[in-house]
């Protein structure tokens, strides 16, 4: 039933909204992850983000997609919460190094699970269209699953569209550049390097996309 | 009635069998050209007919199915055009509201077209809407910059939602108008010709161009290509014209060199804006030819000029 529910949430209302409404537009599509386990890692401006990320796969992969998040998401419970773990499908994790146990457990279980893990390595939506310091989680994660490919994927438009702090959706044209994968070299500091290079790239393809 | 004029009355139906036709010549024509001389430029071309064989089709289908379901599709087309314009140009943070409302306007635009209401249809945007955004922009206080934005935000919506606009009240004006090909008659000789010409400029500019028109903005655009394109367009707008419109032929042949020429000017306004932009396509919805802007340029002008023309010689 949730299944079902997830389905046509995607299928009925994400889809069509991304599609006609923004008409998102996806760059080299191809690069993206065929099969988990992998990791994207996006920048993170809107409540749109998320799903315009899940939307680039076909629907029939929806089952394998998993948004990683703060566990606080889920601390509020509710709607909200039910709605994050179940429809959207959120793998919640704890913020920073703090508590007992491997905060990253969820997640590295997702992946040998053969899950496609979407991050946003920036942590929380920063300002509209600029890119916010990357935080060290993901480099923490990608050195307990070596192998994993990480592909970098930089939003552009959603920002504009559908900012933070206000619900008022205004359509712009968004844009979606998919970069070349990625992997661990084994250290943490060598992941951020290859991760702030890739960015880089996609920056400089994308352009700027900024208010005036 | 056989089931072929059920679903496609004359002189609709037959129109669009012959622009069909056209378009199947295009693309023989075309892989002909690519198997003689494969290139890159041949490749474009292919694309280009591709993309002429899915719009024409939506367009086609949109007409014959129904009034509402043509005058959404239009007005689809409009909120599209108007969304790649915002998207193109510089905008601030604080007109988000303000452009919201603009969105709003469109549905409201081509509702009055839809319900044949002229006298509201044609003072909505230009009046309303333009004094309204202005009221809304001054009220959220920030003045830096609000000349140029007003200024941006209005054009756009001149251009793209009240010019285009003109595409609805046509056809629905059209049923009163012009008895004989509807408002549907009306509606397709002003596409077909503005898309026609389009064609004809461009293929005349590749066989004969030599003096640039108007280096500045088009560098590719040659006073043979301009002249040749208003000289096809106004024969072909003297041979259909007639049966779609029922003007009789040497008005169907000034009507269609006016198209031509407003067609031409459409073009070169919307390149003159995305040369001030430094973009060289206005987006990439429609493969070889860009985004829909780049489509819609000419029509933003031919709309407005051929309804009106239009209406002041043949609606009394």
Partial sequence: MVRLLRLGFFALIVRPLLMLVLGTNIRHRERLPAKGPAIIVANHNSHLDTLALMAMFPLKRLDDLRPVAAVDYFDKGGALAWFAKHIIGIIGVRRGQGGEGNPLAPAEAALDAGRILILFPEGTRGEPERLARFKKGVAHLAKARPDTPVTPVMLHGFGKALPKGTILFVPFNCDVFVGEAFRTDGTVDGFMTRMESAFETLTAEAGPAGWD | ?316
């Fill in chain 2, 1 to 316: 009635m056989s089931w072929l004029e059920r679903i496609a009355p004359a002189p609709v139906g037959p129109a669009l069998a012959v622009i069909f036709a056209v378009l199947i010549a295009a693309s023989v024509l075309v892989a002909i050209i690519a198997r003689r001389r494969p290139c890159a430029s041949s490749d474009e071309l292919a694309l280009r007919v591709r993309s002429w064989w899915f719009m024409i089709s939506i367009f086609a289908l949109a007409i014959v199915l129904s009034p509402v379901v043509s005058t959404v599709f239009l007005g689809f087309v409009s909120f599209l055009a108007f969304k790649e314009f915002i998207s193109l140009i510089p905008t601030r943070r604080v007109d988000r509201v303000v452009l919201f409302f603009a969105y709003l306007s469109i549905p409201a635009q081509f509702t009055f077209a839809h319900l044949d209401w002229y006298g509201m249809f044609v003072v909505f945007i230009p009046v309303w809407g333009v004094l309204f955004l202005a009221m809304l922009m001054v009220l959220r206080g920030q003045t830096d910059g609000f000349l140029r934005a007003i200024g941006t935000y209005s054009w756009g919506l001149l251009i793209t939602v009240f010019a285009l606009s003109h595409t609805a009240m046509l056809l629905a004006g059209g049923q009163a108008w012009n008895p004989g090909g509807g408002g549907a008659g009306l509606l397709l000789f002003l596409v077909g010709l503005t898309q026609f010409n389009d064609v004809a400029q461009f293929t005349w500019g590749k066989l004969l161009g030599r003096r640039k028109i108007i280096p500045a903005v088009s560098p590719g655009k040659t006073v043979e290509g301009f002249l040749g394109g208003v000289a096809t367009t106004a024969l072909v707008a003297a041979l259909v014209g007639p049966y779609l419109t029922g003007m009789d032929w040497p008005w169907s042949l000034v009507a269609g060199a006016m198209i031509a020429v407003a067609g031409f000017v459409g073009d070169v306004t919307i390149s003159a804006l995305k040369r001030d932009l430094g973009v060289k396509d206005s987006g990439g919805l429609i493969p070889g030819h860009g985004g829909i802007l780049d489509r819609v340029d000419s029509l933003t002008y031919t709309a407005p000029v051929f309804l009106h023309f239009y209406r002041f010689f043949f609606v009394g």
